[in-house]
Structure formats: C-alpha cells, structure tokens
C-alpha cells in the first residue's frame, strides 16, 4: 500500500511539473515524459502492483491534465507497458546500464501508437516525418532521463533492496 501511494504521489507531482512547469522551461520535441518513465518503472519492476491499471490511469490523467483526446494517452502507456512487461527482471536487476537503450524505446513505441492512433482520434493524420523527428529526440532524452528517474524511484522505494532479501 506504501508504494501505491508513493507512485501515486509521484504521478500527481510529475504530471504537475509535466502540465504547468516545464511547458514554461523547455519546447515541447525536448520534453521530458514523466509518465512515460513511471509506466516503463511499472512495467520493469513490478512496483507496485496493479501496473495495467496504473498505466492506463496515467495515461488518463495526463490526458484530463494536457486536454488531448480523453483516452488517447492511456492507450499509449498501456502500449508502452505492453512492449515493455515481458522484459521485467531480464536486465534491470543485474544489468541497469542495459536500461539506457531500453528507454529510448519507450519514446518509440509512443511514436509508433500516435501514429497509428492519430489517424481514428484526430481529423488530419500526423505527419509521419514530424513523428519521426519527435520520436528521435524523445528517445536521445529518455535515454538519459528515464535511468535518473529509475535512481530517484529505486531510492525512493527500495525496490531492489526488497528483490534481493536485504530489506
């Protein structure tokens, strides 16, 4: 229950700084996706539990927050825990470098279901090359972002510590 709510906590602070802080600080092609990351840390940790649900409601909170179409962000994280569920506890328990390309995948897959998706929720398709030019740099940032927020989640939670019975 304590990790369901730290998540919790944490989701509700990253879509606050994702929705009014950082549209201020940084364009939107170099934005950071914090739900992203938190469906990427669900998906390859297990912590906590629940992480379909918890998936689909942060795609649905940042799509109540950003005002796309209700809907269309959590179809997105349920995507991108999809991709990302079967590699749990293959490589982050003993090889958390193998993270970094891991990451930038996220961004990929993102990419790959707006595109597909784009073209039954919005009027116009989205331009394959605009996709593809946010895609590339989403995936540059997420390979650096996503392990800094694993390291902030892992101390936070302790999740690692739990996993190998020292906790």
Do not use: K, N
Request: aromatic content about 10%; some cysteine; charged content about 15%.
């Amino acid at each position: 229950m304590r990790r369901f709510l730290l998540w919790t906590l944490i989701l509700a602070l990253g879509l606050l700084g994702q929705t009014t802080l950082l549209p201020d600080l940084i364009p939107p092609p170099w934005r950071p996706d914090i739900t992203r990351a938190l469906v990427l840390w669900l998906a390859l940790t297990g912590t906590p539990r629940g992480g379909p649900v918890l998936a689909f409601a942060s795609g649905l909170a940042l799509d109540l927050c950003s005002g796309a179409p209700l809907g269309f962000g959590a179809i997105l994280r349920l995507t991108v825990y999809a991709l990302a569920r079967p590699f749990r506890g293959v490589f982050f328990d003993d090889h958390p470098i193998l993270l970094v390309p891991f990451a930038a995948l996220g961004a990929g897959a993102d990419a790959l279901a707006a595109g597909l998706l784009g073209r039954l929720v919005f009027l116009g398709p989205i331009p394959g090359e605009v996709l593809l030019g946010i895609a590339w740099r989403q995936a540059l940032l997420d390979a650096f972002w996503v392990p800094a927020v694993f390291l902030c989640l892992e101390l936070l939670s302790g999740s690692q510590d739990r996993r190998r019975g020292t906790v």
